[in-house]
T-cell receptor, first 113, second 113 residues
Framework: DAGVIQSPRHEVTEMGQEVTLRCKPI?????LFWYRQTMMRGLELLIY????????DSGMPEDRFSAKMPNASFSTLKIQPSEPRDSAVYFC???????????FGPGTRLTVT | GDSVTQMEGPVTLSEEAFLTINCTYT??????LFWYVQYPGEGLQLLLK?????DKGSNKGFEATYRKETTSFHLEKGSVQVSDSAVYFC????????????FGKGTKLTVNP
């Protein structure tokens, strides 16, 4: 099993640009989670999906952030426009059914200058 | 709301030393408790878990006991190795089957030979 796949691993962009982060969950998993990790705030849940449907997006910081899951094997997190305070490591995780163990991807390190 | 508090790091130990990382939580009901580990450049991995009071989770020589009376889930290892150097996160999942995990801020452990 390849595990959760995220791309890109590193992204450097200028303020105001659109950024799209991608995630492929483990095959057969039906829950998907997006997290953001910063030194100041630690690990925060942004949004999670169950069976491709967003269940809780209360952690999404503001309207500049959006997430989609068009099918069971792909999800995107988009930031438009990006700001320097969005600089962080963004993790995607997936799990098989509710309350089962979450498997994390390697993360995308985003730097907005 | 639910929260997890971990001891501040970083923690630096010599090989074969005893490790304790403190974790306390605030939650309604009876949450499930977890320790995750993050090795450099990687995503988080589940290390151990406990789902009810007095349960002891264990893995790779690490242990933690769910203490309802002190709302604690301290991580211990009798003899650390250089390969244990990582960031350790305590987390909880609230009662009721919610998929959401609430994480502590993490404790960085460095083990020197």
């Amino acid at each position: 099993d390849a595990g959760v796949i995220q791309s890109p691993r590193h992204e450097v962009t200028e303020m105001g640009q659109e950024v799209t982060l991608r995630c492929k969950p483990i095959s057969g998993h039906n829950s998907l989670f997006w997290y953001r990790q910063t030194m100041m705030r630690g690990l925060e849940l942004l949004i999670y999906f169950n069976n491709n449907v967003p269940i809780d997006d209360s952690g999404m910081p503001e309207d500049r952030f959006s997430a989609k899951m068009p099918n069971a094997s792909f999800s995107t997190l988009k930031i438009q426009p990006s700001e320097p305070r969005d600089s962080a490591v963004y993790f995607c995780a997936s799990s098989f059914r509710r309350i089962y163990e979450q498997y994390f991807g390697p993360g995308t390190r985003l730097t907005v200058t | 709301g639910d929260s997890v508090t971990q001891m501040e790091g970083p923690v630096t130990l010599s090989e074969e030393a005893f490790l304790t990382i403190n974790c306390t939580y605030t939650a309604t009901g009876y949450p499930s408790l977890f320790w995750y580990v993050q090795y450099p450049g990687e995503g988080l991995q589940l290390l151990l878990k406990a789902t009810k009071a007095d349960d002891k989770g264990s893995n790779k020589g690490f242990e933690a006991t769910y203490r309802k009376e002190t709302t604690s889930f301290h991580l211990e290892k009798g003899s650390v190795q250089v390969s244990d150097s990582a960031v350790y996160f305590c987390a909880l999942r609230t009662q009721g089957g919610s998929e959401k995990l609430v994480f502590g801020k993490g404790t960085k452990l460095t083990v020197n030979p």
